[in-house]
């Protein structure tokens, strides 16, 4: 199980980016899915989550600016990104679970900054 992130970049405070994870060697519509973020410093924690059944949940400080959404069709799973904060300033990682096991993907870097 492959996963590419991609989407950071650079964005002003109360903008929005869309992060993308792409799969290859599975079909992530049968895996949780989830987006971590790691600030420089802190400990990496989980953001939004998205159950292979459909169930979303999300971290109370990303909670309705934050929209976690797949499309199986392009095996693909999203982290849809609205009133960035500098404090969301991060790099963010998706992972893949399955049973007892997951995989994680390279990170992408997003910086929330004037």
């Known amino acids: 199980v492959q996963l590419q992130a991609s989407g950071g970049g650079l964005v002003q405070p109360g903008g929005s980016l869309r992060l993308s994870c792409a799969a290859s060697?599975?079909?992530?519509?049968?895996?949780?899915m989830a987006w971590y973020r790691q600030a420089p410093g802190k400990q990496r924690e989980l953001v939004a989550s998205?159950?292979?059944?459909?169930?979303?949940s999300y971290a109370d400080s990303v909670k309705g600016r934050f929209t976690i959404s797949r499309d199986n069709a392009k095996n693909t799973v999203y982290l849809r990104m609205n009133s960035l904060k500098p404090e969301d300033t991060a790099v963010y990682y998706c992972?893949?679970?399955?049973?007892?096991?997951?995989?994680w993907g390279q990170g992408t870097l997003v910086t929330v900054s004037s």
């Open positions: 992972r893949a679970a399955w049973g007892t096991t997951g995989s």
């Open positions: 060697g599975t079909r992530l519509s049968t895996k949780n």
């Open positions: 998205l159950a292979a059944g459909g169930a979303t």
